[in-house]
C-alpha cells in the first residue's frame, strides 16, 4: 500500500464514518446542513426586496411604476385592517379549494379508469387531450355564456385547469407500476381490489402527488382569469378595480398575495410527499 492510500482513506475523502467507527466523519468543504440550504433558498427573494425598496426610496423608480415594498406593505396593512383584503382572499381561497376538489375528483377518476383499461383509454382519451388543448381565454366566452358570470363560471374554470395535471399524472403513474411488482402480488395470493390498494396505487402515489402540485398552479392561474371578469370580489377583482384607479401599489399586493399563496400550497404538496411518501428513498425525509 502506498504512502497515499495510507494518508487518505475513501471514506474519510467522502465525508463518510467508517464502519468500523474508527474515526470521525470528515464534512466536506462548503457542506451545508438542511437548515442552510433553507436558509440560502430565501436569500435571492430576500436581497431582491432590498435592491427593490433602495432603489424605490432613492427615485430611480416611479411610485407610479412600481412602488416601494415598504408602500406595498402599508397598503396591505391599511386593507386588512379595514376588512377588504380578508374578505376578498377568503372568497378567492373557496373558489380555488371548490374548484380544486371537483377538478381533482373528475381527474383522478379518469385517470384511473384510463390508467387500467386499454378500452377506456380509446374512447375518453382523446377527447380530454382535445379540451386540455383548448386556451381558458378561449373557453371562457362560451363558458360565460353556459353559467354566466357568477361563481358556477368561476369554479368551473379552476376545475377545468385542475382536472388534466391530475389525470395525466395519474394515468402515467399507473402505467409505470413495475409488473414484476404486480405479478409478485399475484403470487402471494392478492385479489384485485387488494393488488390495487397495496401495489398498484402506493407505485403511483409520487406521480400522483406531482399532478397535485402542477394542479395547485394551474389552479391559481384558472381563478386569475376567471376573476378579471365580471367578479364583485376576491383578490382578481382587487386588482381589477386597482387598475381602473391607476392604484399600482394595491396591484402589486396582489400579485404578491398569488406568489405566497403558491409559495404555500407547494409546501403542502411537499409535506404530503414526505408523509406519504415516507417509504419512498427518494421522498422519506429527503426535503
Given amino acids: 500500500m502506498s ?11 467522502d465525508g463518510v464514518e467508517p464502519k468500523d467507527g474508527a474515526s470521525a466523519p470528515v464534512r466536506k468543504p462548503f457542506e451545508l446542513g438542511r437548515r442552510g440550504l433553507q436558509l440560502l433558498s430565501w436569500l435571492a427573494p430576500v436581497a431582491l426586496l432590498i ?15 412600481l412602488p416601494a415594498p415598504s408602500k406595498v406593505v402599508r397598503t396591505a396593512f391599511k386593507l386588512a385592517t379595514s376588512g377588504s383584503l380578508l374578505n376578498d382572499l377568503g372568497i378567492s381561497l373557496l373558489r380555488a379549494a371548490a374548484g380544486f376538489t371537483i377538478g381533482g375528483a373528475v381527474g383522478f377518476a379518469l385517470g384511473t379508469l ?6 377506456a383509454e380509446a374512447a375518453i382519451d382523446r377527447s380530454v387531450q382535445m379540451i386540455r388543448a383548448i386556451p381558458f381565454l378561449a373557453a371562457l366566452p362560451l363558458v360565460i355564456v353556459w353559467l354566466g ?15 388534466f395535471p391530475i389525470y395525466i399524472n395519474t394515468t402515467l403513474g399507473i402505467r409505470q407500476v413495475d409488473p414484476k411488482l404486480v405479478e409478485l402480488g399475484r403470487i402471494q395470493g392478492l385479489g384485485t381490489l387488494e393488488l390495487i390498494r397495496r401495489i398498484i396505487l402506493p407505485g403511483a402515489l409520487p406521480s400522483i402527488l406531482t399532478g397535485v402540485r402542477y394542479a395547485l398552479a394551474t389552479a ?20 381589477m378595480d386597482a387598475r381602473e384607479f391607476l392604484r399600482t401599489d394595491v396591484i402589486v399586493l396582489t400579485i404578491v398575495i398569488y406568489a405566497l ?7 403542502i404538496a411537499r409535506f404530503l410527499e414526505r408523509r406519504l411518501l415516507a417509504w419512498h428513498p427518494n421522498y422519506g425525509g429527503a426535503r
Fill in 51 to 65: 435592491v427593490w425598496e433602495v432603489l424605490a426610496q432613492a427615485g430611480w423608480l416611479s411610485p407610479q411604476v
Fill in 3 to 13: 504512502n497515499l492510500e495510507q494518508t487518505v482513506s475513501p471514506a474519510e475523502f
Fill in 149 to 163: 358570470v357568477g361563481e358556477a363560471e368561476k369554479i368551473f374554470l379552476v376545475a377545468l385547469g385542475v382536472t
Fill in 261 to 267: 399563496i403558491g409559495v404555500a400550497a407547494d409546501g
Fill in 220 to 239: 391559481w392561474l384558472a381563478l386569475v382569469v376567471a376573476e378579471t371578469i365580471g367578479a364583485q370580489s376576491g383578490i382578481g377583482f382587487l386588482a
Fill in 114 to 119: 384510463v390508467g387500467f383499461s386499454r378500452i
